[in-house]
């Protein structure tokens, strides 16, 4: 293993880690020994990287700290691929071309030879049939979760029936035929999965959900494993 493949693989040691980890763990963990583990966190440390470092207790890369991973093996690269892939045949063009862009950026700062095994990586993402969305924007939805906003929307449930709604989002699912959105209902008081493809009107309104959305999924998440609640197709307001 060449010192610079060495030095990533200890950052990414110690980035993994909220937890001081001593030098020992280390070295068995890269496979190598301790005095060297001790030598390339000096060699780090003279690189600018913040650790701190105490004798009995080991070392913590501070908080904050940002080293882009360009060194990755061949399962990562596979991964950042063909998820960048998968990303843009999900309907949401302003995600594929996010995920277009951050692939380029890896691109641009790697190595020619990692550039040209990202370019020739064999793995490709199938293309779904979606569901017309009725011009209904997943970048506003994705804008609603991220900043923890209400949505009002305008909603056809599959009998026909229109209704007007304030939603909490709390996440989106993408599925082969449809996209559905989680989210707490005020109008049924509860939580509820809303078909994009159905809505027909869509607006941010600016207010702050009332519970912070960590919060809201801890209890999405508890009531579809509750044995008692409906399922995530029973609990569609079709």
Known sequence: MSKT?????????????????TAAQLANELSISVR????????LIGLGAPIDGEA??????????????????????????????????????????????????IAAAAPKGLREEIAEIGLW??????????????????????????LKIGYVSIAGASTERVIWPVAVGFFESRQLIAAWCELR???????????????????SYPQ?????????????KAPDQPSVGKSTDY
């Open 56 to 105: 009995g207790v080991g070392f913590l890369l501070r908080a904050g700290f940002f080293l882009p991973p360009l060194m990755f093996v061949e399962e990562e690269l596979e991964a950042l691929v063909l998820g960048t892939r998968w990303v843009k045949e999900q309907g949401d063009p302003p995600l594929a071309q996010a995920a277009d862009s951050a692939l380029a950026k």
């Open 36 to 43: 060297t583990v001790y030598r390339d966190v000096q060699t």
């Open 125 to 150: 993402a199938p293309r779904f049939i979606h569901p017309a969305v009725r011009g209904i924007s997943l970048s506003t939805i994705r804008e609603a979760i991220r900043d923890q906003h209400k």
């Open 212 to 224: 912070a959305r960590r919060e809201l999924a801890k209890l999405w998440q508890q009531q579809l």
């Open 189 to 207: 008081r509860d939580f509820r999965h809303f078909r994009v493809d159905r809505i027909t009107s869509l607006a941010i309104t600016r207010e």
């Open 5 to 21: 493949v060495r030095l990533f693989k200890l950052m990414d040691a110690l980035r993994s880690r909220r937890r001081a980890v």
